[in-house]
């Protein structure tokens, strides 16, 4: 497993969860064969919790891959909801909207090819979750960009925040991914720091980061 959490750990929490069925279960199995990087169970639960938590309407995503975790927000966003992903493979794209129209989702889920520091960019409005997995070493570059497309009281997500463990102990780091591990590190300093942010470091999958914009920093009592 991934050096994130002891393995009897992850495997007792796996085997608590409800596994997916329907759409969602063939993705996961076509994502296991073909080796695409979608979230794994608990970040899926995790999310899930979150949107319900926070009743978030409005999501973005970066790093969209055939779009399991786009359809897996929408599902618990429920009525109402728009989930905005973004995606720079184009075959992955093609992949995403043919799933998002299997799961019914098309009306619900846009998917926007394009690379996503340029997109964002152009993105209007404010969103009430942003789920960030797209390109790891590129984190604190969209950071502004996020914040500002962040409603106040909105939640940023991301994954992969330790990197196989690589980001807590220079011992687990390779060296091809040296690059990677200190963009990450000063990524996860920057948010736990940021006075707009309140944020948490979860240890599942391969480590989650959890922030609320406007949190209580700085503020009295
Ligand atoms: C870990 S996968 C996303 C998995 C997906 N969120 C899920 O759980 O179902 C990361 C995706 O980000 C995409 N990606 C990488 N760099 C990107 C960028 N600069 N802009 C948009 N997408 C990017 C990759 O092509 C890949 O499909």
């Not at 319900?52 to 897996?72: D, H």
């Not at 997109?119 to 942003?130: A, I, N, Q, S, T």
């Amino acid at each position: 497993m991934g050096n994130i959490s002891k393995d009897y750990v992850q495997e007792y929490i796996r085997a608590s969860l409800v596994p997916s069925e329907g759409i969602l279960k063939g993705m996961e199995d076509y994502a296991r064969e073909n080796r695409v990087p979608i979230v794994q169970p608990e970040v899926a639960r995790l999310l899930e919790v979150l949107i319900k938590g926070f009743k978030s309407k409005r999501i973005l995503e970066v790093g969209t891959a055939i779009g399991y975790s786009a359809i897996v927000m929408a599902k618990a966003a429920g009525d109402g909801c728009k989930v905005v992903s973004v995606e720079i493979d184009r075959d992955m794209v093609e992949r995403a909207r043919c799933n998002i129209k299997a799961a019914g989702l098309e009306n619900v889920i846009e998917v926007i090819e394009g690379d996503a520091l340029a997109v964002l960019e152009k993105l209007d409005g404010r969103f009430d979750l942003v789920f960030l997995d797209g390109a790891k070493g590129h984190y604190g570059e969209m950071l502004g960009t996020i914040l500002d497309l962040l409603a106040p009281g909105g939640a940023l997500v991301c994954d992969n925040v330790l990197f196989r463990g690589m980001v807590a102990s220079d011992s687990l780091v390779k060296r091809r991914k040296i690059t990677i591990v200190k963009r990450m590190r000063r990524f996860l300093e920057n948010i736990t720091r940021h006075p707009l942010l309140d944020t948490a470091i979860v240890p599942i999958g391969d480590g989650v980061s959890v922030s609320v914009k406007g949190g209580t920093k700085g503020e009295q009592g």
